[in-house]
């Protein structure tokens, strides 16, 4: 795997720093969890993850923090700016001891600025990045599309991209160094094409009345005959004239045009209630119409084209993506067994009477099999 060899430290924090390191694991890094508790109800991307408990508060967890980090490649944590320099856990001193550490820190506000040391969650940093005012249908207010943008597009996932660039670069330079991933600043990149495009015709009104932002009635989703839904995404004149065709709409119904919206809005609601979305699924099945069944995601894996390509497989009874995207060959992977702590006990180089000691007083705890 194509991180195989490359050890993660993780300091568990909200939904955005486990998924940064679910996709460090799930390319073979092997990411150890530092948490307040064993089992985290909050955490459910740590599979494949190994994990401690430390009362980072207590010098002595301090200290087995500090050890963890000189033997790691990468360091994760999605503190508010200041939390780990008063755990005597900052860049200062970590990468002083290990020169070649990549410490990625991962905020909503990023280290510095007049917002840096301020609360949020998704929704406001979505705000604050420009973004979530373009997204919502006309004469509504602006909707989030729940969590997705800011805490995993703009926040882990750019977070991934820059401890890789940043390990690819230590390549060179044999150096770490830190990485101050903002979700404000990584869902505006994210949105880069939002941003950049506005000059183009399809944009030019207000939010929800554009091209492709659900003010085109041949660019949107339709309820079915059984109460399910069908994404149309018909752009291009050639599959705007299959999709009339195949849903029986009249020869002058044009895509622009006054009227034709509003007309086109009512006939495509019409049509599509009238039949199943596994009807029109099948209608359009073997035609380039740009028009698609909207699958549940319990139901997601069952699809005959996921299953082809193996694109989800199951953790705890529920579908779960498999990494994406796929390499031809080192491809990441789904955690499949259990990861042996056994390991992680070597690395923090405590003898028997030490491990007792810390365990008694409640500064580490390990999970059962790793205390034997």
């Given at each position: 795997m194509p991180l195989k060899g490359?050890?993660?430290?993780?300091f568990v924090g909200l939904a955005p720093g486990p998924l940064c390191g679910k996709i460090l694991?799930?390319?073979?890094?092997?990411?150890?969890?530092?948490?307040?508790?064993?089992?985290n109800p909050m955490d459910v991307l740590q599979q494949g993850k190994r994990t401690i408990s430390l009362d980072l508060k207590n010098p002595r967890g301090q200290q087995l923090a500090r050890r963890l980090a000189t033997k790691c490649d990468v360091l994760i944590e999605g503190f508010r700016p200041g939390v780990m320099e008063k755990l005597n856990l900052g860049p200062a001193e970590l990468c002083k001891e290990n020169p070649r550490l990549i410490y990625a820190r991962l905020t909503g506000f990023g280290q510095h600025g007049r917002l840096a040391p301020r609360a949020g969650h998704d929704i406001n940093y979505a705000a604050i990045?420009?973004?979530?005012?373009m997204?919502?249908?006309?004469?509504?207010?602006?909707?989030?599309?729940?969590?997705?943008?800011?805490?995993?597009?703009?926040?882990?996932?750019?977070?991934?991209?820059?401890?890789?660039?940043?390990?690819?670069?230590?390549?060179?330079?044999?150096?770490?160094?830190?990485?101050?991933?903002?979700?404000?600043?990584?869902?505006?990149?994210?949105?880069?094409?939002?941003?950049?495009?506005?000059?183009?015709?399809?944009?030019?009104?207000?939010?929800?009345?554009?091209?492709?932002?659900?003010?085109?009635?041949?660019?949107?989703?339709?309820?079915?005959?059984?109460?399910?839904?069908?994404?149309?995404?018909?752009?291009?004149p050639q599959f705007f004239?299959?999709?009339?065709?195949?849903?029986?709409?009249?020869?002058?119904?044009?895509?622009?045009?006054?009227?034709?919206?509003?007309?086109?809005?009512?006939?495509?609601?019409?049509?599509?209630?009238?039949?199943?979305?596994?009807?029109?699924?099948q209608i359009f099945e073997d035609v380039d119409a740009c028009v698609y069944p909207v699958l549940d995601y319990r139901e997601v894996h069952k699809h005959d084209h996921n299953k082809e390509r193996e694109s989800f497989g199951i953790i705890q009874d529920m579908p779960a993506p498999c990494p994406a995207p796929r390499?031809?060959?080192t491809p990441g992977k789904l955690p499949e067994k259990p990861v042996k702590?056994?390991?992680?006990?070597?690395?923090?180089?405590?003898?028997?009477?030490?491990?007792k000691d810390l365990l008694e007083a409640g500064v580490l705890e390990l999970p059962e099999k790793s205390k034997l």
């Open positions: 490359i050890k993660v430290l993780e694991t799930d390319f073979g890094a092997t990411v150890t969890r530092i948490d307040k508790v064993l089992e990045s420009g973004v979530l005012s997204l919502g249908r006309s004469h509504e207010k602006p909707t989030a599309p729940i969590n997705i943008l800011t805490d995993f597009a703009g926040g882990s996932v750019m977070c991934a991209l820059g401890i890789f660039v940043a390990l690819l670069e230590r390549y060179k330079s044999e150096r770490g160094q830190v990485v101050d991933a903002s979700m404000v600043e990584g869902a505006a990149y994210v949105a880069s094409w939002l941003f950049t495009s506005r000059s183009m015709p399809i944009w030019g009104q207000d939010r929800g009345r554009n091209l492709i932002d659900g003010g085109a009635y041949f660019y949107d989703t339709y309820e079915t005959k059984d109460g399910l839904y069908m994404s149309v995404g018909a752009l291009e004239e299959v999709l009339k065709q195949r849903l029986e709409l009249p020869e002058d119904l044009n895509q622009f045009g006054e009227g034709h919206q509003e007309r086109g809005k009512r006939l495509l609601t019409e049509a599509f209630l009238s039949k199943t979305q596994a009807e029109w699924s390499l031809s060959r702590q056994i390991e992680l006990i070597d690395e923090l180089e405590l003898n028997p009477q030490e491990l």
